[in-house]
């Protein structure tokens, strides 16, 4: 595609609820990454993959995010038992190998209730 | 692990110059970026640094200082949509595509 896409772009969830955040990366790219922002901070880096495979797993806050990526291209980031700390905006970024330039999607914004 | 430090805000005049500040600790590092946010947007690439010097891009330049550990990001001739957050971030251990952001810098600028 265009750029990089991500589904949905809101999302409002009751506690307790598990979700899936889903990323497109543009076509090509190898390097894909999750981002988690809240209400006027940095980003927090969470995972990010070469191709399918994850070289580093240590952003992730806990053991109730996963994230998987199947035929180097699209990537799924599942919070399981959400809380109401995860609400933030969940960033997905993707580049082409060894460049430095990341593409940004316009995120999804997650409200656990 | 990685830490950046970046100025929380910063206020400047349009037309004027603006340098944003970065620090950094970080292991096996290979490179430093900068990215521009605005409200409610995604943050888009503005330049990357790997070696020491200035990097200029239109009316955007960034300095990178390995031995220091520093870098920064000059705005010239600022324009009132130059008003975003500024982040940079860092290449460094965990591989070469292991990106990590500082907390950014909100940029506004006045009439």
Redesign the interface.
């Known amino acids: 595609g265009a750029g990089v896409s991500q589904s949905p772009s809101n999302k409002v969830t009751e506690k307790g609820k598990d979700v899936e955040l889903r990323c497109d990366p543009i076509s090509g790219h190898t ?1 894909l ?1 999750w ?1 988690r922002q809240s209400l006027g ?5 969470l995972i ?1 993959f ?1 191709g399918n495979s994850a ?2 797993k ?1 952003g992730l806050p806990s053991d109730r995010f996963s994230a998987e990526r199947t035929g180097g291209s699209v990537s799924t980031l599942t919070i399981q038992r959400t809380q109401q700390e995860d609400s933030a905006v969940y ?1 997905c ?1 993707s ?1 082409l190998g ?1 460049d ?8 999804t914004r997650l409200t656990v209730v | 692990g990685q830490s950046l430090e970046q100025p929380s805000e910063v206020t400047a005049v349009e037309g004027a110059i603006v340098q944003i500040n970065c620090t950094y600790q970080t292991s096996g590092f290979y490179g430093l970026s900068w990215y521009q946010q605005h409200d409610g947007g995604a943050p888009t690439f503005l330049s990357y640094n790997a070696l020491d010097g200035l990097e200029e891009t239109g009316r955007f330049s960034s300095f990178l200082s390995r031995s220091d550990s520093y870098g920064y990001l000059l705005l010239q001739e600022l324009q009132m949509k130059d008003s975003a957050s500024y982040f940079c971030a860092v290449r460094g251990r965990g591989g070469y595509q292991k990106v990590t952001f500082g907390t950014g810098t909100k940029l506004q600028v006045i009439p």
């Open positions: 390097a990454y981002y901070q940095g980003l927090e880096f990010y070469q070289p580093d240590s960033l970024a580049s060894g430095p330039e990341a593409f940004f999607g316009q995120g």
